[in-house]
Nanobody
Framework: QVQLVESGGGLVQPGGSLRLSCAAS????????MNWYRQAPGEQRELVAR???????TYADSVKGRFTISRDNAKNTVYLQMNAAKPEDTAVYYC?????????WGQGTQVTVSS
């Protein structure tokens, strides 16, 4: 398992931007998929974005065209660039690493979109 630490959350106005970071304790080069999930109050945790070992990205329909996931293997860090933020993006955002059937989770970072 790899230890994950998220950062970059906070308060952003509607239409604004925020970049979340997920720093891993070890190499992410060989990890099959790095993911960002989010969970709003009273809701189930949902997958927001995924980036594979080869760099293929997938997004939830609700964030397509607004969010971008990327990974820097040299820094063992995954990013989530959030643009054109909406109030419904308000949630705790979690970083996840999936490899060989094992899930690793960060502690989460709160994102609040409000004026």
């Amino acid at each position: 398992q790899v230890q994950l630490v998220e950062s970059g959350g906070g308060l952003v106005q509607p239409g604004g931007s925020l970049r979340l970071s997920c720093a891993a304790s070890g190499s992410i080069y060989s990890i099959a998929a790095m993911n960002w999930y989010r969970q709003a109050p009273g809701e189930q945790r949902e997958l927001v974005a995924r980036i594979s070992r080869g760099g293929t990205t997938t997004y939830a329909d609700s964030v397509k065209g607004r969010f971008t996931i990327s990974r820097d293997n040299a820094k063992n860090t995954v990013y989530l660039q959030m643009n054109a933020a909406k109030p419904e993006d308000t949630a705790v955002y979690y970083c996840n690493a999936y490899n060989n059937g094992i899930n690793s989770w960060g502690q989460g970072t709160q994102v609040t979109v409000s004026s």
